[in-house]
């Protein structure tokens, strides 16, 4: 997580006193999808190749 994500994250609990669990868990998705996507790019050569190939 970058920092001012989590500064963020940190002051938002503190704001609205709530937990960093009840925060945390919908919010997941959203700081799996990145991970997701660079892994997919990384992994699978197909999609890696595909926009060089369009330049053509």
Known sequence: MLAPVGRT????Y???NVS????AK????????PVLTVL??????KI???V???LR
């Open 52 to 54: 060089p190939s369009l």
């Open 48 to 50: 890696t190749q595909f």
């Open 26 to 33: 919908p919010l997941l998705r959203f700081f799996a999808m």
């Open 14 to 16: 503190s704001i609205g």
């Open 40 to 45: 997919l790019i990384a992994y699978v050569q």
């Open 20 to 23: 960093v669990e009840e925060v």
């Open 9 to 12: 994250l940190l002051i938002g």
